[in-house]
């Protein structure tokens, strides 16, 4: 028998929506609305490149040099983007969830993240994919259920499909994080850039996005209008932070939602978005897509 590099592949339908999920990772392979693919994605008998649609846990983007203090002890976590000397995106990549139910418009799986190299806690993160009227929605459990504090995080990677140089793009961020321009790390939370400004829908032309922006008050939503649709990704109050990417080859953008800015573990701009887990507590959050 051959396995797909990411597993058993697990379908939802309902009405004009589909998806598929993954059981490595829980990866949101693909979302269509009525046949059609909204996301930019990988084939089944692929791997994921670009973090395409990975669930980002327990912490999203950077920790710079892999290293970061926590209740008085030092960590050092692999290195896992080699150029910028980063730890990139937690612990989740390459990780076998567990399936927990699966209908015909829901999937849940679960997964737990025990202590490791640069890691002292034990986590066990629940993900759940349903379809519904309204589209896609994505709930996210994680409890800390081993008998030490632990530091925590969670954003998802889901690329848009999209013609960049016509889409036109609605954010909601007032505020953009000013990162050193060869690592990515942060300086300091800033007015959002003119720029990186799309509280007034425009086409994203030729603007570049590798961008962690905040600024919002409470839950917030933004707006694709591409290739004949208007895709909506919202995220509730507990996701702050979008981290915006455009794709070197202008056929999608990545958007992030996060609970924290990059870097979060370390002292800084971002250090307060650190979410803390006692034992036996758990953090909560909920996202998802609209379509027309």
């Known amino acids: 028998m051959t396995l797909n590099p990411t597993g058993t592949q697990f379908t939802i339908t309902h009405g004009r929506f589909a998806a598929v999920v993954t059981e490595v990772g829980a990866t949101l392979r693909s979302l269509t609305f009525d046949g059609q693919e909204v996301l930019w994605t990988f084939a089944e008998n692929e791997a994921p490149s670009g973090s395409m649609g990975r669930q980002l846990l327990p912490w999203p983007n950077r920790i710079r040099d892999?290293?970061?203090?926590?209740?008085?002890?030092?960590?050092?976590?692999?290195?896992?983007?080699?150029?910028?000397?980063?730890?990139?995106?937690?612990?989740?990549?390459?990780?076998?969830?567990?399936?927990?139910?699966?209908?015909?418009?829901?999937?849940?799986?679960?997964?737990?993240?025990?202590?490791?190299?640069?890691?002292?806690?034990?986590?066990?993160?629940?993900?759940?994919?349903?379809?519904?009227?309204?589209?896609?929605?994505?709930?996210?459990?994680?409890?800390?259920?081993?008998?030490?504090?632990?530091p925590y995080g969670y954003g998802a990677h889901p690329y848009l499909a999209a013609d960049l140089a016509t889409a036109e793009l609605t954010l909601p961020f007032a505020q953009e994080l000013l990162v050193d321009p060869e690592r990515l790390l942060p300086i300091s939370i800033a007015e959002v850039t003119a720029e990186h400004d799309f509280r007034e829908t425009r086409v994203i032309g030729d603007t570049e996005f590798d961008t962690a922006l905040t600024g919002v008050d409470g839950a917030w939503e933004l707006t694709l209008t591409t290739l004949g649709r208007t895709v909506t990704l919202w995220a509730d109050e507990t996701l702050p932070w979008g981290q915006v990417f455009t794709q070197p080859q202008r056929k999608a953008l990545a958007v992030e939602p996060m609970t924290c800015g990059p870097d979060a573990f370390n002292e800084g701009p971002t250090h307060e978005g650190l979410i803390v887990l006692e034992p036996g507590a758990s953090s909560r959050s909920v996202w998802g897509f609209r379509v027309s």
């Open 66 to 150: 892999g290293r970061y203090t926590f209740d008085g002890e030092s960590y050092q976590l692999p290195i896992t983007e080699v150029p910028r000397t980063t730890a990139l995106h937690g612990l989740n990549d390459g990780v076998a969830w567990q399936l927990v139910s699966h209908t015909a418009d829901e999937v849940i799986l679960t997964s737990r993240y025990y202590p490791q190299r640069g890691w002292n806690a034990v986590l066990e993160a629940t993900i759940g994919h349903r379809v519904g009227d309204d589209g896609l929605t994505v709930s996210v459990e994680v409890t800390n259920v081993g008998a030490t504090r632990a």
